[in-house]
């Protein structure tokens, strides 16, 4: 069975002032139909620009340098608003952005932008397209939808607007929702409730989730698989338990000992050296290799592309059996 | 505890809303916060702990109530000296940080203009605070947009500790900054009052954040203090259902199953609070009694290091779990 998408060496180039850097490096993945990918990372790492390049919607500084986006065995034509062949194929996918608040029309009320989808799109009457979009509006948990639909964004608390948001993806009937950083700017009772409604949307509608977030604290509950970002380029991909219990890319493994957890409070975090590189000035070799306790000199001059590791889990690292054997040998952190 | 430095009594601070409402954004708030201690205040976007850290600095006119520093009760209008002694560092050190002043200029100003070294001695104070939140001393002559979002931090810090503050409001200090270097500044925190003795509120949304640094906990919903307490004491042992559904809803690195989200609903607007205990309408134990009276901040089986604002504050997690 083709999966439901295909992401096929992506390769995005930003510019800034005069200069042109790669924001997305290579990016490679599939997407089963009902599955989940996690695409984690820092800020700058390239994570929602992947989501935009893939959504056709690069900002006007970036354009696709090469690589496909396949859905369903379709590729799709590069820019959204080209009318190309496989041009519908493109409904199939719909995007989350993490502000609400400034992703929504202000002037119109938010049943209005919930309904635009079904008329215009899906061909709906104009009264079948109200009752879709209140029934939207009850699909994602917000209480008195006839009464909401009248309601203007700012009325609206940033949970709601967040639930808007996603019931305006949701309102092309999509196979695949982009979630773009979903719920950093919630509160985190109101991010549990967005991530129990996200999940429940996988399972009862068959929904394929690519979910961007800076947060590996919320990885695991999103997705069975992830993928680790730096510099425009997937480290390190694998399911999510065994990246995060054993990482094998010396980032990840950075990025772990860096965080917080609230159960452990006598883990002392430790930051990873130095900071990121300019995306304009990044020399050959491995990008993390300046930060990186298990570089030699072989980092600077390999260009270490994903590796598997194990059953569907790859590194980008030379010294990732270095890794497998600090773990083994139980030195965490 | 020993005498506090810091007294809050009965602090409410109430703005004017639209159609003549009033909102509330701290109720009633009684808080004590010893020299030297790290005080997490903890709860959700809208809870007012920013207005208290706003109230302490003397930013905010608080409607009733009084805050008591070092034994003396600070008026409105503040003197300079009590000004410098507390001092607060923001969320965002992209937006705190004038972008057309060097760090040497907004630094130098300080020292000058509260006359706090002779001239000729100002560059070397420059330096040593440079040192002090580990930056190099080539940094005094960066603009902000030179430096990484830690580094700011750090300025802003640095900023903060010019005028030899007692108190250090943090708001948020790590929120804005990656995961990678929020490490580094919460180990400046950490190193910055064992060195100089300093007394940090720290606000945060973050448990983990919280927990790792604090001393004392408090956790705030709708303007009010729902439970405070010695930080074990209030993580391990947690008695207001609305620090269990903030524990239960913490992202946690390695987490197997999606968390059943404890508390239902959003938190109602601080104009219309609801009567009784303001947490009822979203409490998974709320009886008849908490939509009528509103419980009080009490210690916790009789001991005074862990209060919490609720009516079944005597019962375990185990005992209340369905």
Do not use: W
Not at chain 1, 101 to 117: C, F, K, M, R, Y
Not at chain 1, 206 to 231: I, K, N, W
Not at chain 2, 226 to 241: I, L, N
């Amino acid at each position: 069975m083709t999966p439901l998408l295909e992401v096929e060496g992506l390769v995005v180039e930003m510019r800034r002032h005069r200069a042109v850097f790669r924001a997305v490096d290579g990016v490679s993945f599939a997407l089963e139909r009902g599955g989940a990918l996690a695409i984690v990372g820092e800020s700058g790492c390239g994570k929602s620009i992947t989501l935009r390049a893939i959504m056709g919607l690069l900002p006007n500084r970036g354009r696709l340098r090469s690589g496909r986006v396949i859905v369903d065995g379709t590729t799709l034509p590069a820019d959204a608003r080209g009318r190309g062949r496989g041009h519908h194929q493109r409904r199939r996918m719909s995007i989350v952005f993490q502000d609400a608040l400034s992703a929504l029309n202000p002037v119109a009320t938010v049943g209005n932008q919930i309904a635009e989808a079904p008329r215009y799109v899906l061909g709906l009457g104009r009264r079948a397209a109200r009752a879709r979009a209140i029934e939207l509006l009850g699909l994602v948990g917000i209480p008195d939808p006839d009464r909401r639909y009248h309601a203007y964004p700012h009325e609206l608390s940033g949970g709601t607007r967040q639930r808007v948001m996603i019931a305006i993806a949701l309102s092309s009937d999509p196979a695949i929702l982009l979630c773009d950083e979903p719920t950093t700017a919630l509160d985190v009772t109101i991010q549990t409730q967005i991530l129990a409604l996200l999940a429940e949307l996988r399972s009862e509608r068959g929904l394929s989730l690519v979910f961007v977030t800076h947060d590996l604290g919320v990885v695991s509950q999103v997705a069975e698989a992830v993928a680790v970002m730096y510099t425009g380029r997937f480290v390190e991909t694998g399911p999510t338990a065994e990246v995060l219990a054993a990482p094998r890319h010396p980032y990840t493994r950075g990025l772990l000992a860096a965080a917080l957890d609230v159960d452990s409070p006598e883990h002392e975090p430790v930051a990873i050296p130095g900071s990121l590189p300019d995306p304009l000035r990044l020399a050959g070799g491995c990008s993390f290799q300046p930060r990186c306790e298990f570089a030699t000199g072989q980092c600077l001059t390999t260009d270490v592309r994903l590796q598997l590791v194990g059953p569907g889990h790859a590194a980008a690292c030379l010294h990732s059996d270095v890794l497998a054997a600090c773990q083994a040998a139980g030195h965490h952190g | 505890m020993a005498e506090p430095l810091i007294e809050v009594d009965g602090l409410t601070v109430t703005f004017p809303s639209e159609h003549g409402h009033i909102l509330r954004a701290v109720d009633d708030v009684t808080l004590q916060i010893a020299e030297g201690e790290v005080l997490g205040l903890v709860g959700e976007s809208g809870c007012g702990k920013t207005t208290i850290a706003k109230c302490l600095a003397g930013r905010v006119v608080p409607s009733a109530g009084h805050v008591r520093f070092d034994g003396r009760e600070l008026s409105v209008r503040r003197t300079t000296e009590d000004r410098r002694a507390i001092q607060i560092v923001f969320q965002d050190p992209y937006s705190s940080l004038n972008p057309r002043l060097s760090v040497r200029h907004v630094l130098g100003e300080l020292l000058r203009v509260h006359r706090l070294v002779p001239q000729d001695e100002i560059e070397a104070r420059l330096r040593e605070l440079m040192g002090l939140v580990g930056l190099p001393k080539g940094a005094l002559d960066g603009l902000p947009s030179q430096f990484s979002g830690g580094q700011r931090q750090r300025i802003a810090i640095a900023r903060a500790l010019t005028v030899e503050p007692r108190v250090i409001l943090a708001d948020e200090p790590v929120s804005a900054l990656d995961v990678s270097v929020q490490a580094t500044i919460l180990r400046l925190f950490e190193d910055l009052r064992s060195r100089l003795g300093l007394t940090v509120v720290f606000i945060s949304h973050n448990l983990a954040v919280v927990r790792h640094l604090s001393d004392r906990v408090a956790v705030m919903y709708l303007g009010r203090i729902v439970e405070q307490g010695d930080r074990e004491a209030v993580f391990s042992d947690p008695r207001h259902p609305y620090t269990r559904a903030l524990l239960a809803a913490a992202p946690r690195l390695h987490q197997v199953e999606l968390v059943r989200s404890v508390v239902k609903g959003e938190p109602p607007s601080p104009i219309n609070v609801p009567a009784g205990c303001s947490f009822h309408p979203r409490c998974p134990r709320a009886e008849d009694k908490c939509t009528r009276d509103r419980p009080a901040l009490e210690p916790v089986g009789g001991c005074p290091a862990h209060l919490t604002a609720c009516h079944f504050r005597d019962e375990t997690s185990a005992e209340q779990a369905p």
